[in-house]
Nanobody, 127 residues
Framework: VQLQASGGGLVQAGGSLTLSCTTS????????AAWFRQAPGKDREIVAR???????????HYADSVKGRFSISRDVSTNTVTLQMNNLKPEDTAVYYC??????????????????WGQGTLVTVSS
């Protein structure tokens, strides 16, 4: 199983970035997919999560700090999960990680629920 994250970079406050995570080696649509981030000296925290695809379609959840600014989506044809980040703030600066796993109900915010991780991509937002 491999997850390959890309799209990080340096952006000014108020700008936008799109992160992508391409997966291989797993039946992608059956897994929860998420983006986490970790700032220097801080714990890894959830950013957004998209549920497995079911007959009712996938559902999304967001950390309160990014609601209304970030959007997560998945494309099963390309096995990719994307995080669109708008109106970026300096406090969004962190290494961003994509993850996939079979997450227990109600536990989508815990990094421990995700078995597979990408290598991380750095996002720096200047003020």
């Amino acid at each position: 199983v491999q997850l390959q994250a890309s799209g990080g970079g340096l952006v000014q406050a108020g700008g936008s970035l799109t992160l992508s995570c391409t997966t291989s080696g797993l039946t992608f649509w059956r897994y929860d997919a998420a983006w986490f981030r970790q700032a220097p000296g801080k714990d890894r925290e959830i950013v957004a999560r998209v549920s497995p695809i079911t007959w009712t379609d996938a559902t999304t959840h967001y950390a309160d700090s990014v609601k209304g600014r970030f959007s997560i989506s998945r494309d099963v044809s390309t096995n990719t999960v994307t995080l669109q980040m708008n109106n970026l703030k300096p406090e969004d600066t962190a290494v961003y990680y994509c993850a996939a796993g079979s997450v227990r109900s109600g536990s989508w915010t815990s990094p421990n629920e995700y078995e597979h991780w990408g290598q991380g991509t750095l996002v720096t937002v200047s003020s």
